[in-house]
């Protein structure tokens, strides 16, 4: 199983990046993908999960900013971060697993991991 997280990158305050989680070598359509993001010095925490039935659960702290989608034909899945700030700062890493309702904000849940990628806003 790969998981191959891309689109990170430098980008000032207010503006725009888009990630892709390419994946492969597992039955895409039954798994939970979700985004995390771990910032120096802190825990590694959810950002947007996309289920098998495609609901969407998004973190408070992003919530009318980043949307996550799922193309099941492409087997992959993509965070828009919009209005980016400061402390959207970390690596964020994809993830898929199949995790119950309750701990679907969990990293113990989510049984594979793409690399990560870096993205920075400066201010």
């Known amino acids: 199983v790969q998981l191959q997280a891309s689109g990170g990158g430098l980008v000032q305050t207010g503006n725009s990046l888009r990630l892709s989680c390419a994946a492969s070598?597992?039955?895409?359509?039954?798994?939970?993908i979700g985004w995390f993001r771990q910032a120096p010095g802190k825990e590694r925490e959810i950002v947007a999960v996309?289920?098998?039935?495609?609901?969407?659960h998004c973190a408070d702290s992003v919530k009318g900013r980043f949307t996550i989608s799922r193309d099941n034909a492409k087997n992959t899945v993509y965070l828009q971060m919009n209005s980016l700030k400061p402390e959207d700062t970390a690596v964020y890493y994809c993830?898929?697993?199949?995790?119950?309702?309750?701990?679907?904000?969990?990293?113990?849940?989510?049984?594979?991991w793409g690399q990560g990628t870096l993205v920075t806003v400066s201010s």
């Open positions: 070598g597992l039955s895409f359509r039954r798994y939970t």
């Open positions: 996309v289920r098998q039935t495609s609901t969407l």
């Open positions: 993830a898929a697993g199949q995790p119950i309702l309750s701990a679907i904000s969990s990293p113990n849940m989510y049984n594979y």
